[in-house]
């Protein structure tokens, strides 16, 4: 069924404020061959199923939910604690995960059966895609004149989170504001019909998504990817929380 339709009925209400539900569907992982500025690791295309639905933050982690939760901020840009943190490597962005993990079981908010982690990479460019097919979830935008009202990006540093257009899912700053860490190793793609991947079994970089502030609208694109190292940090490196089903 084309994602666009799907019917958004979450299993249970969101355990936190701020949680988009993201219903399972099908896509199509990566960037044709003749999409303006692709890169070469945006391929082989690859039919990706996603069986189970899951939830996604509606925004990029700020930095008062960081301090709150971890004690500390490690971000270069301060003065808003809704700006969103940085400066978090993906060894960082999983220790956060875990803790709030262990907060929200041991409050009792946390459904049985599911986990705070990184979003998987699929999971990422499906809720960014939100069923478009598009070079963004807004349209193919060539000339990148609509991209500012959706994303930050060529500017001077991060800004505040939900200050930008959200996708058609609900889902603010997947274009632009800070790259994001994802769950996978960094690599090529299958091709071919894939459920539920979780990428590469071992690499030596992680995924990030989403464009960021510092850079050009065509990293901001929904199939634009990167990799760094596990503990690699950078001024335009954030995250976002998934809560998602224990395999």
Not at 130 to 146: I, K, L
Request: net charge neutral; with cysteine; hydrophobic share 30%.
């Amino acid at each position: 069924m084309d994602s666009r339709y799907l019917i958004f009925n979450p299993p249970f209400p969101a355990p936190l404020p701020n949680l988009v539900w993201i219903p399972p569907g099908t896509f199509t992982l990566g960037s044709p061959p003749n999409e303006q500025d692709r890169s070469a690791d945006e391929g082989p295309q690859t039919r990706v199923l996603l069986t189970r639905g899951f939830f996604l933050g509606k925004y990029e982690v700020t930095q008062r939910e960081y301090q709150d939760l971890i004690g500390s901020n490690p971000s270069s840009f301060k003065g808003d604690l809704n700006l969103p943190v940085e400066r978090v490597s993906w060894d960082d962005a999983m220790a956060y995960c875990r803790k709030l993990t262990d907060r929200e079981r041991s409050a009792g908010r946390l459904p049985a059966g599911h986990e705070y982690r990184l979003p998987t990479e699929a999971q990422w460019e499906y809720a960014c895609r939100a069923g478009t097919t598009t070079r963004f979830s807004f349209g193919d935008d060539p000339n990148y004149s609509q991209l500012g009202s959706y994303a930050w990006y060529s500017s001077s540093q991060t800004h505040a989170v939900g200050t930008r257009l959200p996708n058609p899912w609900g889902l603010y700053d997947m274009h632009g504001n800070v790259l994001e860490w994802c769950y996978d190793w960094h690599g090529a793609y299958p091709g071919g019909n894939v459920t539920d991947p979780t990428g590469l079994a071992s690499g030596s970089y992680r995924v990030f998504r989403g464009g960021g502030w510092s850079l050009d609208g065509r990293y901001c694109r929904s199939a634009g990817r990167g990799g760094d190292v596990p503990s690699g940090r950078s001024l335009v490196l954030g995250f976002r929380v998934a809560l998602v089903p224990v395999p």
